[in-house]
């Protein structure tokens, strides 16, 4: 019988989120009638559904973890955050059996399928580096952590962003380009990427959940090859960035010109990796201290182009103290948002 995991510490969550490629948590109360009364079902999904490095239930004491309950903005009892691969993918508020139960099937269906592929294209060749069961793109840089969890989705803000572009999350997410999966470049429909628009700048504004010290980002950019070079709609590659940090919103491209910078790198041909369109962007760590959020400005693709891509971004670091108490209150059955 698979035991729920209660939480001592941030520490000890944080080493269960890295070594569970699924994690569930319930954030719980003594005093809380709706916690007591949906915890039978929680054990029995437990019961159920645990499984060793694959999916773990955790329990998490609002009154004894208050920083936990901080970092993740907990504001009501019960609720229940499902994590894939370290970052929140599901928010559950309130005593919805129903709810978490749809949520955490299918969530354990979805572990089932990864781990019966991972069986077959572990180690395979051109699939990139792994850390946790997150796909990176390149070997982590020693003595930092995957930080990319922290990036606040909610606060992006992109610039000169193609109109195809159907989501600007994914390029922050865990999983492998479907590009580099389906071969190079290959657009398989599901356009897990960003081009720019009229030109081949990019704005990125990435705010994050908690003061970070960033050490480097992994960058990993899929253009489609093609056969005609004096092609000016085919995507490139990034060549030149500027990095401005701790701004309150996106910065204007004019705005830019008069702005200095923290950081300017260029990128060279021989920078990204040939199997997994990755490049390792080494920044000043002494300059990236206390990061509430980074402006990415993709300055210039390849000469000729007038379009660049980027696939994934990494983000490689340490993780600081979150932002955004807030006030707890308790929720009977309302329905999970």
Known sequence: MAQIVDITSAQHFSSVLSSSRVVVADFWASWCGPCKAIAPLYAQLSTQLSRPATITFVKIDTDAQKDITRTYNITAMPTFLIFKAG????????????????????????AGKADEA??????????????????????????YEDVTSSVDLLGLDFLNLSTETKDKRAVFESSRPSSL???????????????????????????????????????????PSTDDEDDD??????????????RPHVVGFDEADDTPCTQEIDIRDSD???????AKVELRYVKFQNISSVV??????????????????????????KRNPGKLEKIGDEQGE
């Open 233 to 246: 709609e085919a995507a490139t590659r990034p060549t030149k960035l500027k990095f401005y940090t701790n």
């Open 181 to 223: 999966g389906a071969g190079k470049g290959k657009d398989d429909g599901k356009k897990d990427w960003i081009e720019s628009d009229t030109d081949e700048q990019l704005m990125l504004f990435v705010p994050f959940q908690a003061t970070i010290k960033l050490h480097s980002i992994h960058l990993t950019s899929l253009p």
């Open 296 to 321: 990415v400005f993709v300055v210039a693709g390849a000469e000729g182009s007038e379009k660049t891509r980027i696939d994934r971004v990494r983000f490689w670091g340490e993780t600081g103290e």
């Open 118 to 143: 991972g069986s077959s294209t572990a180690g395979g060749s051109g699939s990139g580096s792994t850390v946790g069961g997150v796909w990176t793109g390149a070997a982590a840089p020693k003595g």
């Open 272 to 278: 990204w990796d040939a199997k997994t369109g990755t």
């Open 87 to 110: 970052r929140e993918i599901k928010r559950i508020r309130g005593a919805d059996p129903k709810g978490l139960n749809e949520a955490v099937k299918e969530l354990a269906k979805e």
